[in-house]
């Protein structure tokens, strides 16, 4: 079993820039592919981003390229994203997920999954 607890959700302003963490535990973290999805209200969860379990491939949904940064820190046990320039658009519940292995082929498919952390930027 695989404990994923996500942190650093807010109220930002459109522009504004927000880093959020994911603190892992259960497994060896680094046997873990890692990988971000959101969730916008009257919608299905979709794809933002992932990483390898080294931390040397990395993918990104189209809408998030550029702006968003995913990383991990396998002496902490840690996951993140930066998210800068952040838009209306980005407004959702995000949630960190893990799978042991390797990141497979999209559609991604995830074991475990934290309970999600709101980022809210206002219109």
């Known amino acids: 079993q695989v404990l994923l607890v996500e942190s650093g959700g807010g109220l930002v302003q459109a522009g504004d820039s927000l880093r959020l963490s994911c603190a892992a535990s259960?497994?060896?973290?680094?046997?873990?592919?890692m990988g971000w999805f959101r969730q916008a209200p009257g919608k299905e969860r979709e794809f933002v981003a992932v990483?390898?379990?080294?931390?040397?491939?990395?993918y990104y949904a189209d809408s998030v390229k550029g702006r968003f940064t995913i990383s991990r820190d396998n002496a902490k046990n840690m996951l993140y994203l930066q998210m800068y320039t952040l838009k209306p658009e980005d407004t959702a519940v995000y949630y960190c997920?893990?799978?042991?292995?390797?990141?497979?082929?999209?559609?991604?498919?995830?074991?475990?999954w934290g309970q999600g952390t709101q980022v809210t930027v206002p219109s």
């Open positions: 990483i390898s379990r080294a931390g040397g491939i990395t």
């Open positions: 259960g497994r060896t973290f680094s046997n873990l592919a």
């Open positions: 997920a893990a799978k042991l292995g390797g990141l497979g082929i999209p559609p991604y498919d995830f074991d475990y």
